[in-house]
């Protein structure tokens, strides 16, 4: 079982910046793939962003390239993104994941963390 713990959510106005934090309890994720999801109010989870676990590979969301970067310190455990140039509409819990597969899709997730809130105001 892998515990997933995200930190640094909170409320940011538009055009600023925040940096989220993913720390895992178990030292199997230097060997995964991790990714970050988020569910607004209404709306299905969504991908963000993955890291491939040798971190040569990233991917993203059309939605934030460019503006967001996954990025993870294997000796730490832990799994970062940055998001820049917010806006209103990235207002969402945002989730840690581990990934069973290279991918997008919430259905390759083997492990969840409990969701960070982040909110954008305008």
């Known amino acids: 079982q892998v515990q997933l713990v995200e930190s640094g959510g909170g409320l940011v106005q538009a055009g600023g910046s925040l940096s989220l934090s993913c720390a895992a309890s178990?030292?199997?994720?230097?060997?995964?793939?991790m990714a970050w999801f988020r569910q607004a109010p209404g709306k299905e989870r969504e991908f963000v962003a993955a890291?491939?676990?040798?971190?040569?590979?990233?991917t993203y969301a059309d939605s934030v390239k460019g503006r967001f970067t996954i990025s993870r310190d294997n000796a730490k455990n832990t799994v970062y993104l940055q998001m820049n140039s917010l806006k209103p509409e990235d207002t969402a819990v945002y989730y840690c994941?581990?990934?069973?597969?290279?991918?997008?899709?919430?259905?390759?997730?083997?492990?969840w963390g409990q969701g960070t809130q982040v909110t954008v105001s305008s």
């Open positions: 994941s581990t990934l069973r597969a290279w991918g997008q899709s919430s259905a390759i997730v083997a492990y």
């Open positions: 178990a030292r199997t994720i230097s060997t995964s793939h």
């Open positions: 890291t491939s676990w040798s971190t040569k590979v990233t």
